[in-house]
């Protein structure tokens, strides 16, 4: 019942920007917090962005962001369509990963052990 779809993956050039996109089904995603994780081959999977429950206003959700995608990355949400993105700019041949979206009732730490549901993935290639 609690589905979530990514999309928005592809090939882009380093210095590109892609907007992925989290959309849920079978549950109101606002009640819940949203992560962004990545994994590349032979790496642990590692969390990106996270978002909180807005409790109905996205714009008081707190969220949390990797060292490594400060200032280049936003987490954001609309309530209306279901829908959390990642927009990530400045894209760098290390922010190559499968990305993947998850979510949970609560999560104490941007970490996957934290999040109980989770997409299937959209691969992200930074490449020239």
């Known amino acids: 019942q609690v589905q979530l779809v990514e999309s928005g993956g592809g090939l882009v050039q380093p210095g590109g920007s892609l907007r992925l996109s989290c959309t849920a089904s079978g549950f109101t995603l606002d009640d819940y917090g949203i992560g962004w994780f990545r994994q590349a081959p032979g790496k642990e999977r590692e969390g990106v962005s996270c978002?909180?429950?807005?409790?109905?206003?996205?714009?008081?959700?707190?969220?949390y962001y990797a060292d490594s995608v400060k200032g280049r990355f936003t987490i954001s949400r609309d309530n209306a369509k279901n829908t959390v993105y990642l927009q990530m700019n400045s894209l760098k041949p290390e922010d190559t990963a499968v990305y993947y979206c998850?979510?949970?009732?609560?999560?104490?730490?941007?970490?996957?052990?934290?999040?109980?549901?989770w997409g299937h993935g959209t691969q992200v290639t930074v490449s020239s």
């Open positions: 998850a979510a949970d009732v609560a999560f104490a730490l941007c970490a996957p052990g934290d999040f109980g549901s």
């Open positions: 978002i909180n429950s807005s409790d109905g206003n996205a714009y008081y959700s707190s969220t």
